[in-house]
Nanobody, 116 residues
Framework: QVQLVESGGGLVQPGGSLRLSCAAS????????MSWYRQAPGKERELVATITKVGSSLTYADSVKGRFTGSRDNVKRTVYLQMNSLKLEDTAVYFC?????????WGQGTQVTVSS
């Protein structure tokens, strides 16, 4: 079955960096775009970035443009989110997402906390 497992979250100071990873299994990874979403406390889940099948990163949230970059390694079946210049408002649970066979699949999420 489709499984998505995120890792790489943690506590970081403002201005710092983190790289999230999402390991995928159960489907032909290279055939599908992958996305990163995030959900802050009390807020709706928002799309952060979509990474195309060939690895082009299309960021959607204006708040992360120029700071976050998505990428993927189709051999390792892993998608990444490089987050630089982190801000307090980036604090959220970050989720990996795939639309496979017209179904939505989500990872369990990884907590990112930006705090001084």
């Amino acid at each position: 079955q489709v499984q998505l497992v995120e890792s790489g979250g943690g506590l970081v100071q403002p201005g710092g960096s983190l790289r999230l990873s999402c390991a995928a299994s159960g489907f032909i990874f290279s055939n599908y775009a992958m996305s990163w979403y995030r959900q802050a406390p009390g807020k709706e889940r928002e799309l952060v970035a979509t990474i195309t099948k060939v690895g082009s990163s299309l960021t959607y949230a204006d708040s992360v443009k120029g700071r976050f970059t998505g990428s993927r390694d189709n051999v390792k079946r892993t998608v990444y989110l490089q987050m630089n210049s982190l801000k307090l408002e980036d604090t959220a649970v970050y989720f990996c997402h795939a639309d496979v066979y017209s179904r939505d699949y989500w990872g369990q999420g990884t907590q990112v906390t930006v705090s001084s």
